[in-house]
């Protein structure tokens, strides 16, 4: 099984998920095409290498023409002083473009224009707006999909934040070219690369402020925290000024979240690394790695067990044989003392993780117990196999185990039974002669 682990260790953001799952292989020609083909004009995308605290990442940009350029969001906007070569960047994120953290690899870009004059920088599109953007492009029915749900997390989240309803938001955030261009990229290279299981772990946030068109905000901004509040998106906050998550990347992990777990073993099939725009302590990079679960299989049972002490001994040995008719691998009662000095049973039921369901039913139904405890246990256990042995006595049915030191054999109960009552003879004669048979053969075997 294959899933997508995103590493947020330095936050998310929208051109940091394009540029990193360009970098794990996305179709670029696909993703230019579905761009030309959105009514949607006033900008060109870049897409290079740069290196990020020294790690070679793939770089996303979104430049606007004049008319459509929108300094709200620079550097020296949001944290009130001059930041040299600080030019607007989408998601508000600065574009150094040769500060120490971010060197282009000349020969490497990859550049896409769309000039026109059809929008204008005044122009605040709503969810109406930019359903009909999105519907009119040539992109796939999940392409489609997944950006019309990232923007609708993304409205609810805003219109929360101001009072409206997500209908009634009109603003940049929503609204801009850059932010279109994010999600519809973003939504198009994962429907390329047909992930459908991807697993957040959590967001890293910074601490502070930052200044946006409505003024002053704290971190994390209000709309990331509708997010991760309406989600239950797990957050760290790191000991670091500065906005890591951005809107658009928490409406992107909420919208694609299907798992916040890791399996406990997965092998690293490719891994995709996508540059942020701005200067932090932390290196600024989303990792983006396709694994896949470990096929070497643990053999893992589960345990569940209740006390009870107000069953009579005929239902317990009913449900003892209920349970192992439906599937548990065993069953058994300890006696014990419960509360107030009284006599009880712990009931143990020994099963598989596809049975757990089912058998906690019967309990409930049962017996008089309102509650389970349940415990995934990991079990040593011999390889093992039935097979059948010809005695003089007859056929018996033989377990036979192997291990690093030998092979056993434990001839199965009811066989030996019926042997025993045919033959007249002692059960436990007849089991050593059982046993004894299936040595000579393993002899015969190796001779």
């Known amino acids: ?230 989600y239950q998106l797990p957050m760290r906050i790191l000991n670091m000024e500065g906005e890591l998550v951005t809107p658009t990347g928490a409406a992107f992990a909420a919208a694609v979240r299907t798992s916040g777990t890791l399996p406990e073993r997965f092998c690293i099939s490719r891994i995709g690394i996508g540059a942020g725009k701005r200067i932090y302590e932390c290196p600024g990079i989303l990792r983006a790695m396709l694994i896949e679960h470990n096929e070497e299989k643990e053999d893992m049972v589960y345990k569940l067990e209740t006390n009870i002490d107000d069953c009579t001994g005929e239902t317990l040995g009913y449900v003892l044989d209920r349970l192992m008719l439906s599937g548990a691998r065993d069953v058994h009662y300890i006696p014990c003392f419960m509360k107030k000095n009284r006599p009880a049973w712990i009931l143990t039921v020994i099963c598989t993780a596809d049975t757990v369901e089912k058998l906690e039913k019967i309990i409930f139904q049962e017996t008089t117990t309102i509650g389970i405890r349940k415990m995934k246990l990991e079990r040593s256990v011999l390889k093992r196999k039935e097979r059948t042995v010809t005695t003089a006595l007859g056929q018996a049915r033989v377990k036979v185990c192997t291990g690093d030191t030998g092979e056993w054999y434990y001839p199965e109960y009811e066989s030996i039974a019926a042997l025993s009552r045919e033959n007249g003879l002692p059960y436990s004669q007849v089991y050593e002669i059982v046993r004894r048979q299936c040595e000579e053969d393993a002899a015969n075997r190796d001779m």
């Open 1 to 230: 099984m294959k899933s997508l682990y995103l590493e947020c260790s330095s936050g998310i953001s929208g051109d940091m998920t394009v540029a990193a799952l360009i970098d794990l292989g996305a179709d670029r020609e696909q993703l230019m095409h579905a761009l030309d083909s959105l009514p949607l004009e006033g900008y060109r995308v870049e897409i290079s290498r740069v290196s990020k605290s020294g790690i070679d990442a793939c770089d996303f940009r979104v430049i606007l023409d004049a008319e459509h350029e929108n300094h709200d969001h620079d550097m020296e906007y949001l944290h009130g002083h001059s930041h040299e070569e600080a030019h607007h960047s989408h998601e508000g994120e600065a574009h150094h473009s040769h500060g120490e953290d971010a060197h282009h690899i000349h020969g490497e870009e990859h550049c896409h224009e769309h000039t026109g004059t059809h929008d204008h920088v005044h122009v605040h599109r709503g969810m109406k707006e930019i359903r009909e953007i999105i519907k009119a492009g040539d992109l796939t029915q999940g392409a489609k999909s997944l950006a019309l749900r990232i923007f609708s997390i993304l409205a609810q989240a805003e219109g929360k934040a101001h009072g409206r309803s997500p209908e009634e938001v009109h603003f940049h955030e929503v609204g801009a070219v850059d932010s279109i261009v994010d999600i519809v990229s973003a939504a198009v290279c994962m429907d390329n690369l047909g992930i459908e299981d991807v697993i957040v772990p959590y967001l890293c946030e910074g601490r502070g402020t930052v200044r946006c068109m409505h003024g002053i905000l704290p971190i994390p901004v209000p709309a990331v925290s509708n997010i991760v509040q309406a």
